[in-house]
Structure formats: structure tokens, C-alpha cells
């Protein structure tokens, strides 16, 4: 009998457990965050920007209790150029799991996190996994393999000898490599019109390599170069196009090499124009709005006066 009470007793407790395991987990991570050492980042490589902006900030707080902080990691983490890592909700942020699905499924918003890292610590996908107990975890598969990046790392130092002068103005610096890519690049119209894929036309690689580039392998290649220079920059993305954003002389303006090596309908002659270098975001709106037309919010620094 004592054997039927006892057996009886544990089905129960077997059973009140499932259906509150949901709950059991919370409360052991709740304990295990008051308790536990604090989740510390001790990895970050050579491209790691120690840059802060107005949309994300470097943290070094993994346990997040609102949703800006909880952008602030999700930006550091890719910025630091870790593959993985793990941080814990903090048990007063409520909503903090059902924010991290919301940006885990919104790929413009993770995109324009991306836009604000280096170009070798951005990410081709990024995944996202979690618990109800507020453990969550990214996974981060880099746009760049090591291969490409030694590569492209070997030129762009061959190619800063030559195009950056140490005692010259920081806007002929820039100025001789807008046109060095422009006038060694063209516009991957196979890419871009039709889905024609022979190039790797949309990083870096291309333009420095095969000699084509759409957007996306302009402004990585720029922005490659104004690290060079140590000047700050981030890439900045509409709908439909990407560009560069960089501090100049105390300000931010635009520069997009894409729409300064216009497509010739011929084929027959090449040039450069100098339309969209350095210019302010009023201005770049006067020429052209369509393409250009960005989130305010996400790139604050080039909010128009």
C-alpha cells in the first residue's frame, strides 16, 4: 500500500513540475543571474570600432532591463566580431524575450545595426536563440571569410601607400580614393537588374578585385579606407540603396560612390562624377531622394537642419 501511496505521490509531483516547468526555469535563472558571476565579453578582435552613435553604443552590461540596452548588446556583440555569445535578460525586464523575437525576425532592423560595425565584423546571417528563462544567444555567420579578408586586407594597404598622404588634407585623401575605386570599378548591372551572379560585386572583393561593384561592395571598400584614415564612419541603407555616412570637418555628411560612377548607356565611354562626395543630407535630398530616402531615427547623425 505504502508503495502505491509513494508512487502516487511522485506521478503528482512529476506532473506539477511539467506543467510549471516554464515557470521553474525563470525562477532558477532568476536565481542563477542574482547569484552568478556577470556575464563579461572577454573576446574582441582587431576590428572592434570603439565608436558610440546615437542609434547603438558600445555596452560592457549583458544583462539588459530595457530595450536600448538590449540594442546595445545585440550591436556590441556583432561589433566585437564574436561568432557566439550568450547573455541573460535581467528578471525586472518583462518584455525582454518577446523584444528579442521582435529583432530577431526583423531583418531591416538587424541590417541596420549591421550598417554601424566594420565591414569584416558584419554579418551575412545572424540567428537567435532563446529561452522563457531569458537566456538568449546569438550566432553570427560573417559576410567575409578569412581568406577574402587577408586578401583584401594585403591590397588595401598596398593601395593606402599610394592614395593616402600622410601631410596631405583629410578631403584630398578621400577624394584620391573615391576616384581610384570609381575609375577602377563598374556598376554591376547583371547583379542588380537581373540576378546574374559572376561577381562578388557586393563587398568589398569586387570592386578591388574584378573590377565590379554594386552598392553594397562600394561602400565596403570606402569605408575600408576611411578606417585607414582613422575617420569615423558607418554605412547608411534606404529601401533600395547603401552609402557611406562620415564625420567631416565636425559634421556628418554623405558620400556614395554608387551614384558618382553612373552607367553609361553605351558602354562605350566611362567617367566619374563628384555630385554625391562629402555632401550634407539637404543637399544629397535636393539631388536625389528616392534612393536616399533613410530612417531618421536609426541614422540620426544625418538628420537634415
Given amino acids: 500500500m505504502k508503495k502505491v501511496f509513494f508512487l502516487g505521490l511522485f506521478l503528482i509531483i512529476i506532473a506539477i513540475i ?3 516547468k516554464d515557470n521553474i526555469v525563470t525562477y532558477i535563472n532568476d536565481f542563477i543571474n542574482k547569484t552568478d558571476k556577470e556575464v563579461v565579453m572577454d573576446k574582441y578582435n582587431e576590428y572592434y570600432r570603439d565608436y558610440d552613435f546615437m542609434f547603438v553604443q558600445n ?10 540596452e538590449l540594442l546595445n548588446i545585440y550591436y556590441t556583440i556583432i561589433n566585437s566580431g564574436n561568432d557566439s555569445f550568450t547573455f541573460y535578460c535581467d528578471p525586472s525586464y ?7 523575437q521582435t529583432f530577431s525576425n526583423d531583418q531591416t532592423f538587424l541590417s541596420d545595426i549591421n550598417n554601424y560595425v566594420h565591414p569584416f565584423n558584419s554579418f551575412k546571417h545572424v540567428s537567435t536563440e532563446y529561452d522563457t528563462g531569458g537566456k538568449v544567444t546569438l550566432s553570427i555567420e560573417k559576410a567575409y571569410t578569412d581568406e577574402e579578408i587577408n586578401l583584401i586586407n594585403d591590397k588595401v594597404n598596398e593601395l593606402s601607400s599610394q ?16 576616384d581610384y575605386i570609381i575609375n577602377n570599378s563598374k556598376y554591376d548591372s547583371d547583379r542588380s537588374d537581373r540576378d546574374i551572379i559572376n561577381y562578388k560585386s557586393d563587398i568589398a572583393y569586387g570592386p578591388l578585385f574584378e573590377g565590379y561593384a554594386i552598392c553594397g561592395g562600394y561602400t565596403d571598400l570606402m569605408q575600408l579606407f576611411l578606417e585607414k584614415m582613422n575617420i569615423k564612419s558607418y554605412r547608411v541603407s534606404s529601401n533600395k540603396h547603401v552609402w557611406n555616412a562620415v564625420y567631416y570637418n565636425n559634421n556628418w555628411v554623405n558620400l556614395d560612390l ?3 560612377d553612373p552607367i553609361v548607356d553605351d558602354g562605350s565611354v566611362d567617367y566619374i562624377e563628384h ?16 534612393e536616399h ?3 531618421y531615427e536609426r541614422y540620426s547623425e544625418l538628420r537634415e537642419a
Wanted: net charge negative; charged share 20%; proline share 3%.
Fill in 18 to 20: 511539467f506543467y510549471y
Fill in 59 to 68: 555596452t560592457k552590461d549583458f544583462s539588459p532591463t530595457n530595450q536600448q
Fill in 94 to 100: 518583462e518584455n525582454c524575450i518577446n523584444d528579442v
Fill in 163 to 178: 592614395l593616402i598622404y600622410p601631410n596631405d588634407s583629410t578631403y584630398n585623401n578621400i577624394l584620391r580614393v573615391h
Fill in 258 to 260: 554608387t551614384w558618382d
Fill in 275 to 290: 555630385n554625391f562626395f562629402l555632401i550634407s543630407t539637404t543637399k544629397l535630398h535636393e539631388i536625389e531622394k528616392t
Fill in 293 to 295: 530616402d533613410f530612417n
